[in-house]
């Protein structure tokens, strides 16, 4: 079965950094193939090589693997800075259209975008995957606002919120690739409303 990777680079650290390392590459690859209904401390332990008591130690839950390691992939969601916010959306929407079209992150992607209808940890894990997406992307909102390109008060929040709907509901509802086109519609859509005022706080 062919391994996913969700943590890259050179490792550092030691034999704890890769042990972690291996363990989210784990957790990541039997989410992509086995869906979370497949996913087990087990199977997990057993593709990474190291004992399950090496993974209690270290992430008390499932649930908590799982957080672990989607958000560690969701740290491939640039911090995009062209100068505009209308090409820095442009350039987001590009590379979320990339995730939701191809490979694992299609996969997961719709998974995690259901996963809020879920309950308890499952629902939690949704909403801090999405967090730390947002952290990431927040940057870009708040220079648009110091440049004056967009009004002062407007939710950064809303605004990514409005911007990504589009682009989470054709992946969900239709299953059909989110094309340049859509991207485009999106970004002028969500600067309109946030020109107008509608997604001022």
């Known amino acids: 079965m062919p391994d996913h990777q969700v943590v890259r ?14 363990v989210l590459n784990a957790a990541f690859s039997e989410l992509v193939e086995s869906g979370y209904a497949g996913l087990s401390v087990e199977s997990v332990a057993t593709r990474a ?9 270290r992430w008390s839950t499932l649930d908590n693997l799982l957080v672990d390691a989607l958000t560690t992939w969701s740290d491939d969601v640039p ?4 100068g505009s916010i209308e090409s820095d959306l442009l350039a987001l929407g590009g590379h979320l259209g990339r995730i939701f079209n191809y490979g694992p992150g299609r996969q997961v992607a719709a998974f995690v975008l259901t996963a809020g209808l879920e309950g308890g940890e499952l629902r939690e894990a949704a909403r801090r995957y999405f ?14 606002i110091a440049r004056g390109e967009i009004p002062a008060d407007c939710d950064p929040l809303a605004l990514l919120d409005t911007f990504r709907a589009p682009l989470a509901y054709r992946l969900v ?7 340049a086109d859509l991207i485009a519609r999106a970004t002028g859509i969500t600067l309109a409303a946030a020109r107008a005022g509608l997604l001022s706080t």
Not at 131 to 144: C, K, Y
């Open 9 to 22: 680079g050179v490792r550092t650290g030691g034999r704890s950094a890769r042990v972690r390392e291996a």
């Open 49 to 57: 090589q190291v004992n399950k008591t090496t993974i209690y130690r």
């Open 79 to 82: 911090a995009v800075d062209t």
């Open 131 to 144: 967090d730390h997406q947002t952290e990431r992307v927040l940057p870009t909102v708040e220079r648009a």
């Open 173 to 179: 509802t239709a299953g059909e690739p989110v094309d």
